[in-house]
């Protein structure tokens, strides 16, 4: 019986941004480490810059369709201009189960041709896939006038184990 494969050490950058601008371009310097089959999880307090951190995301990997919160619908996927993988922008904010609830959305069907942003995903699509990059925006609660946001970047599994996320901190 073979052995099972012996599990990645996480790695992790850590940054601070100080504007809704430096969110977006944080997003867009991330597209460039992104490819087919990437599921990104974004977990943070509402209005921490998940929503912003994508619309980077999306204009890095070059999407048809502007980025906004998919509340409402669930899931959107935003197909490529060019010969990239298309963007599918889940927002789990209001399933309330794990991936039995998320079955319905299709991601693993999706998953290995796209990059699959899951904002509010953690807990609930883990199961998808052991390769993952776990995104975590802290800000200060209730202090809306303040835009300084602290952003944790884990990348999972063997897929992230030799990525040097430190490029993010440009």
Known sequence: ???????????????????????????RRLAKLLRAGDLVLLDGELGAGKTTLTRGLGEGLGVRGAVTSPTFVI?????????????????????????????DLDLDVSLPESVVVVEWGEGKVEELTEDRLHVVIHRAVG?????????????????????DLTVLSV
């Open 1 to 27: 019986m073979e052995a099972p494969a012996a599990p990645h050490n996480p790695v992790e950058t850590r940054l601070t941004v100080t504007a809704p601008e430096q969110m977006q371009d944080l997003g």
């Open 75 to 103: 899931a959107r996927v935003h197909p490529s201009l060019g010969d990239g993988p298309p963007l599918v922008h889940v927002d789990a904010y209001r399933l309330g189960g794990g991936l039995d609830e998320m079955e």
């Open 143 to 163: 202090d809306t006038t303040d835009e300084v946001r602290h952003v944790a970047v884990t990348g999972l599994g063997e897929r992230w184990a030799a990525v």
